[in-house]
């Protein structure tokens, strides 16, 4: 699991973190939804969202409820 893409919160981390641990460490839970939201929307539907409104005015609020 030492991928450079991982993230760790370690407070709810079963196991000592490795030392050669190369992924990222987040101090707080609003972190860790922080980096699992970029790494898993952002780069991807947000994109589409933002296109989506620009075009239609469909609410973004909307969009992210129906896919989330």
Do not use: Q
């Not at 641990?21 to 780069?43: C, I, P, Q």
């Amino acid at each position: 699991m030492n991928s450079p893409n991982s993230v760790i919160y370690a407070p709810r981390f079963p196991t000592p973190i490795p030392e050669d641990y190369t992924g990222k460490l987040v101090s707080s839970v609003d972190e860790l939804h922080r980096a699992v939201f970029t790494g898993l929307f952002h780069n991807h539907l947000a994109v589409v969202i933002e296109r989506v409104n620009a075009l239609t005015k469909l609410s973004k609020s909307v969009m992210w409820g129906k896919c989330c």
